[in-house]
């Protein structure tokens, strides 16, 4: 017999050396530490792509929801008198008969049970984050939006991710490697804000300037991964779109900052002001006892909000986006004080009247108004790129005006429009946005409710419980 009959064949040598890759992949998985690893991952991962399904369907339903209202009032503005009140009406009903946290923003919510999460049997962090929530914030929502409510569906929709991520956390069996319940909820409102807004980059900054004092590295990989997988899916049912694409702009000069400082200026301190009026309404609201009482409040809340439609138009319906794409793309974009006040008091009075309903959203749309005011009184409406960038200014300002989240507001609204080269006058804005705000009030509205959610609580006794 010849040597060459004993060589193994090309084929013989490619299946021994899948062989041993298959062994030693397999020894890799029975190790201890890749493991726990990847089961240490995997409930971030399937919590990711559930949160970007369930968003990508609220959001659906949202707009379609917002579609029809348009339709009704086409026919007659009028019509807001009768739907205004029977779907604000049964927003609020929603609310208060199955889940009293359900109502406001949700992002409060989410801070609250971030706070009061621990690992132990003693957790509340269920009282603010579960699936009763979850049902009742879509279905109030989307009562408000149908009724034409200046609501949007971002701040829900991180309330809603964060009880997605903490019911997962919740169905872990004992065996599992130990996984932080609130680095899950962290996570989850960062998947959350990515999925909403399609801006991966803002989730993490959220999930940083906002919902944590914890230091980045204990969850920077969780929160990456979440991010991703998240925007991933949403994208794969979307496409790859953009909130508010492509807006053309214009340098902006040395002269042209101080434009900018005045708009900011004053974005951010009607955002405060805003806040203010919602926190006070708020507290009044939360003295009424009873059904009655409350339902009668949020039937006044529907006609004020009505009469600001009645008034000022379509404008001050819904979460603002026709508003947004009128200022930025329309040829010749309807501006004045009508829209601030359209967008102001109708995000008031839909925001306070008892239902669930973003703030997110709607501050834009208002800053944005009042971006398009300014340029109009400043004479540079005919410039089409500074028209914009102070539109842009106006949107980030007022934002960081009502979160004081400035870095997270400016990279919103620049990874919305995809408008890198306004990248500093965004920042300026944001910036001087909140520091005009925190002279008004040195906390945001966000961390108010939180506050008085947790006072709520029977058996809360402050942070230092928690030690």
């Not at 010849?2 to 998985?29: C, I, M, Y």
């Not at 009724?147 to 949007?152: E, L, N, T």
Request: proline letters at 4%; glycine letters at 10%; a positive charge.
């Amino acid at each position: 017999m010849s040597k060459n009959q004993h060589a193994p064949s090309f084929t013989d040598r490619l299946l021994a050396a899948g062989s041993a890759l298959l062994e030693r992949v397999r020894q890799w998985l029975v190790d201890s530490r890749a493991k726990d690893f990847i089961l240490l991952a995997l409930p971030y991962q399937i919590s990711a792509v559930l949160t970007a399904l369930i968003a990508v369907g609220y959001a659906w339903l949202f707009n379609w929801m917002g579609d029809r209202n348009a339709e009704l009032l086409a026919i007659d503005r009028r019509l807001i008198f009768l739907s205004a009140p029977i779907t604000f009406f049964i927003a609020w009903w929603l609310v208060y008969r199955f889940a009293p946290l359900a109502g406001g923003s949700g992002i409060p919510q989410l801070m609250a049970a971030i706070d009061v999460a621990t690992d132990k049997k003693r957790d509340r962090s269920g009282r603010f984050l579960n699936l009763r929530i979850l049902l009742v914030k879509v279905m109030s929502s989307l009562a408000l939006v149908v009724g034409g409510g200046a609501v949007g569906r971002e701040g829900p929709t991180l309330q809603i991710a964060g009880s997605i991520y903490r019911t997962v956390h919740r169905l872990l069996p004992p065996f599992w490697p130990k996984v932080s319940r609130r680095i899950m909820m962290i996570t989850g409102g960062a998947a959350g804000l990515s999925a909403a807004f399609n801006t991966p980059l803002g989730g993490i900054v959220f999930a940083v300037e906002e919902l944590t004092k914890t230091h980045m590295a204990q969850f920077r990989t969780a929160v990456l991964t979440a991010v991703i997988l998240s925007g991933m899916t949403a994208q794969w049912l979307l496409g790859p779109y953009l909130m508010l694409g492509y807006p053309k702009l214009a340098p902006a000069t040395v002269s042209f900052m101080y434009k900018i400082l005045l708009l900011s200026a004053i974005a951010g301190i009607t955002g405060a002001l805003f806040c203010r009026m919602v926190l006070a309404i708020d507290k009044f609201r939360r003295g009424l006892h009873g059904v009655v009482a409350n339902g009668a409040f949020a039937l006044a809340c529907s006609f004020l909000f009505a009469s600001v439609v009645y008034f000022f138009g379509s404008v001050a319906t819904g979460s603002g986006h026709l508003l947004l794409e009128d200022h930025l793309f329309a040829d010749d974009p309807e501006t004045g004080i009508g829209n601030v006040g359209a967008r102001v008091l109708g995000s008031l009075f839909s925001f306070t009247a008892g239902g669930a309903g973003g703030i997110f959203a709607p501050s834009l749309a208002s800053g944005a108004a009042i971006g398009g005011w300014l340029t109009d009184t400043l004479g540079l409406a005919s410039n089409r790129g500074q028209f914009n960038l102070l539109v842009l200014a106006g949107m980030t300002a007022f934002l960081s005006g009502v979160t004081r989240s400035p870095f997270t507001s400016a990279i919103l609204v620049l990874e919305m429009t995809d408008r890198h080269s306004a990248i500093f006058q965004l920042m300026y804005a944001s910036v001087v946005g909140y520091l005009i705000a925190y002279v008004v009030d040195r906390k945001s509205y966000y961390e108010r409710m939180k506050e008085r959610l947790l006072k709520a609580m029977p058996d809360w006794k402050g942070e230092e419980a928690e030690k």
